[in-house]
């Protein structure tokens, strides 16, 4: 089992910046990607940024150039630097782990999230 939790997220004004961490604790071998969602009442769960062991790193086409992901791989922790935040970006912030349990087979762990709010 991999528990993650969340800091960093609260309120801020339009262009400012925000900083989220997830640390993942228990059993954190053969983890291959760590990533963020975000999720707005009323809206499916959406994709904003991932990065695997290989180094692969993908991001939401709004928040590319604005926001950047990154991981210290010996806190098994993952973060995610957004600048230049817009009211738009106003989300409850997961986190997200995908981790090996067999050949082949993945399976995603979810933070509990973290509310950010970005004021006009």
């Known amino acids: 089992q991999v528990q993650l939790v969340e800091s960093g997220g609260g309120l801020v004004h339009a262009g400012g910046s925000l900083r989220l961490s997830c640390v993942a604790s228990?059993?954190?071998?053969?983890?291959?990607?760590m990533g963020w969602y975000r999720q707005v009442p009323g809206a499916e769960r959406e994709f904003v940024a991932s990065?695997?062991?290989?180094?692969?790193?993908n991001y939401v086409d709004s928040a590319k150039g604005r926001f950047t992901i990154s991981t210290d791989n010996a806190k098994n922790t993952v973060y995610l630097q957004m600048n230049s935040l817009k009211p738009e970006d106003t989300a409850v912030y997961y986190c997200?782990?995908?981790?090996?349990?067999?050949?082949?087979?993945?399976?995603?762990?979810w933070g509990q999230g973290i509310q950010v709010t970005v004021s006009s």
């Open positions: 997200n782990v995908g981790k090996y349990h067999g050949p082949g087979y993945s399976y995603d762990y």
């Open positions: 228990g059993v954190t071998d053969y983890i291959h990607r």
């Open positions: 990065i695997t062991t290989a180094g692969d790193i």
